[in-house]
């Protein structure tokens, strides 16, 4: 009866493509709705590719995803992949829809699948997905309301997983290291780097202390947050040791090692960000557990990029504008955003709207994450203006000014075009447009930022030749 | 004026800290002493006109009770002495009787209070909440697991408008009893709340100090409760 019933609800679900499309509706997601809602248990019945990679974490999830979903297609291995659809279980079931024949068989037509799952579907999700690895990028402070606290996604997914599953873990990660101890695990990391501390100088710290005696957790080394190698005197806890080490990050020349087994591998970085850094060496340890040699992955690496909709940079008329994605009810990505504005050269002009828009109509924000989110980063010299705007803009107002931000530099109006007007295009500033993942929000406001831009050029261009 | 606050290294969460961070920003002279988990409490000893613990992991509210608990008799009297206390988010949870979960989480709560929490581990609630306090307008968020049941008739530490109380049936929200304040909200609820704030400030005696930034911090809660009185905004998060 199972077993009809998924056919039935696999061939209603693959009727629905075609319908979707005579009919002109969008809907990434339909089929899988229609699998599940047809046949609850829909992925235990649906053939497995070959291999089945599942990646998950608070950040990076979907970079890591898109970059290994690329590198495999560029080698010809047919992926099948969630990236057109959601990470949660309709997304997931979805692929599983459109990669199979009419017995359900995924393997004809597919080497391996990779998908991001949100870690919240985790006990939707595994039990039978049922994945060979999956890749964990990190579990940091989320959404207060969804995600509670990272220990509490630890538990989700330990709760969720296969005892068969292999693990693909960060090193550096705590928190996330300690998801379903008795399964297999390989750990990937970054050595000790230029800027790391000792002390937390984050708001955020989700491992103040040892997790299996609440001892004080002395760091050999912090590179933000709860992240970094650490050890407990009192009961001899510590970070795990990583299979995978890059180790002379130099952000600069774009360039590290990556070290197995004693051995080193030279690598040229994706990106400069520590973030993006993390999710490479991700890869590249997904990619070693699928037995692709180190050379063969720097190859493809070498002409890898990540996707360009969270961070983009550009020159219109005399300014340098940046838009970079700052996850709204996230005071984990919103501080590691900050950080990598504040550090970057240059005086900066900057735009913050990072409202969660989906909130906006029908439900008054919660505001409380942004009293951990690290607003202080904002309150540098090199800051000279702050324009915040949106339904909660005077909340950021407010913590802005707590943080240390001087008033002169703070401006609040509701209406984001408006705010646009406010800020100064002062000769030499650079200008950041921060925002949530609303696309279509940012957009329009990158097109009126060009606009103004292209204006201020031209008046100062006036002014030169006058 | 002298703060304790409890255990920030088991109970972190959701900015609940920033009411301290707050305080001290309001009256730079407030001395912050931090009591952690192997440490014994400093106002059993006296001289602390504050005591303060916010939201923890449930592993932190765990550890947390379990270090209380041998002082359990002596905070019922400090209590009854008038020892003030602003008890935030789940903290709350361990001064009643117990909390259970359907993960199989237990915990023996303090007992000082006669209500116990529910935990639906895969049903998180989260809902803003609008009420009162001695004639102020209280805004606030609620992100929990489970509400807190029994004890209707002990005194609540604000009257409900709109949102949730203690539960989905009850009126009031948190528990108060002498100057033992105790609420669900989360987060900066003094920062949310200037009157309130105020009003705490002048009881640890520091006068009729203006707040940090007070015309800002005014406006914003001002539109936010404006907002929440607003019948077509839904309080429930979905």
Redesign the interface.
Known sequence: MGKLRFLLALWLAKLSVPVLKLTHHNGSNFPGIVAIRLCPDFLRYVGRPKTVVAVTGTNGKTTVSNLLSDLLEADGQRVMSNRSGSNMIFGISAAYVLNSDLLGRAGGKVDVAILEVDERSSLKVHPDLKPDYLVVTNLCRDSTMRHAHPDFMKGIITRALPKETKLILNADDMISCDIAPENPRVTYGIDRMPGDTVECVNLLNDRPVCPRCCGKLEYVYRRYHHFGKAVCRDCGFSSPESTYLARQVDTAQRTMVLTEDGEDHPYRLVSDSVFNIYNMVAVIAALRQLGWSHEKIRGYMDKAAVLSTRYQECDIGNYHVVSHLAKGLNAFATSRTFQYVADRPGRKELFLMINDLSCEHNWSENVCWLYDSDFELLARDEITQVVCTGLRGIDYKLRLLLAGVPEDRVFYEENDLKALELLHFTPGDDIYLLHDVEDYQTERLMNRITELANEHSAKEGERHEN | MKIELLY???C???????NVR?LK?CCPSAEVVETH??DRPAFLDGGVDLVYMGSG???GLS?AAGALRPYRDDIAAAIDRGQRFLITGNALDIFGEAVHSD?GLEIEGLGLFPFHSDYQ??K?V?T?FLGDFEGMTVVG?Q?V?GYLDGAPETEGLFTLRRGVGRNLTSKVEGFRRNNFMGTHL???LL??NPPFAKYLLRELGAGDLTL??ED??M??YE??AA??ADEK??????
């Not at chain 2, 905004?233 to 979905?238: E, K, R």
């Open positions: 920030p290294e088991l972190y969460l959701y900015g609940d800290l920033a707050y920003k988990y192997k992991t449930e592993d550890r993960d581990i895969l998180r989260s803003f968020f992100c697991f989360i987060g900066p920062v949310l940090p930034f800002t911090a406006a914003a539109k936010r907002e929440m905004i839904d309080y429930n998060f979905h």
